[in-house]
């Protein structure tokens, strides 16, 4: 399983680049993880857009989806040259069915429904979701295949629920969008700190901090994380390939 960082940012990319956002690859099937602002531009530095096979969104804030309509377009602009590729899956919760319905388009991308309750089957990966704590309704994401995983928290505050969903994963991408000081008031996201004792009480192999705030020393949140993890911690190297 290769993970390709795409994007680390929350809210709206900084300049020259992209929200929070991961290519997912194992044995040629592409699958990518939310299509926020920027993303599709960092993803054709490593495939071209109809090599996608998948995608999952994890909720539906703009951060999230704001590509997914370029997307669309650019498949039904192969489709008018001729070069039509299959239609592309979009994997999304029908909690926002206004929202879910937009992931449907001319029969170039398809919505589906996904749940907390039953896991899917996605090429190769077995994917199962945990509900998080956020102003909308989120899910977290697990791939699985051959023995490995990786979690995905997408955007939470703190929730216990996390622990188990996330334990022995040989590696976590978890937001971290707050310094300390605001903990308690944001709501809806983690602190380095969060996310490190997230990584340790579910016993990650590995913890990759993403979503990240524009403001402030980001090198503060990575400290904040490495107090309460004892494993290896980084913040999200765009353009890095995580394998497992």
Known sequence: MNITTLG????????????????????????????????????????????????????????HIADIGSLQYSRLIQYYLGQPSPTLPIYGHTRDEEQFAKLSYKEQTEGVEITAEQSVEIGPFTVTFC????????????????????VFTADTEWTDALIPFAQYAD???SEANLYEEHIGISPGHLAGSQAGTLAQQAEVGQLILTHLPHHGNIQDILNEAEKNFTGSVEIADVGKVYTL
Do not use: R
């Open 8 to 63: 680390i940012w929350g809210g709206y990319p900084k300049a020259n680049s992209a929200t929070s956002s991961f290519l997912i690859e194992h044995d040629g099937f592409h699958c990518l993880i939310d299509c926020g602002s920027g993303v599709l531009a960092s993803l054709q530095n490593h495939i071209a857009l109809d090599q996608l096979d998948a995608v999952v969104i994890s909720h539906y804030h703009a951060d």
């Open 131 to 150: 509900p998080t704590v956020h102003p909308v309704y989120c899910l977290a994401i697990k791939f699985t295949v051959e023995g490995k995983s990786a």
């Open 171 to 173: 590696i976590l991408f």
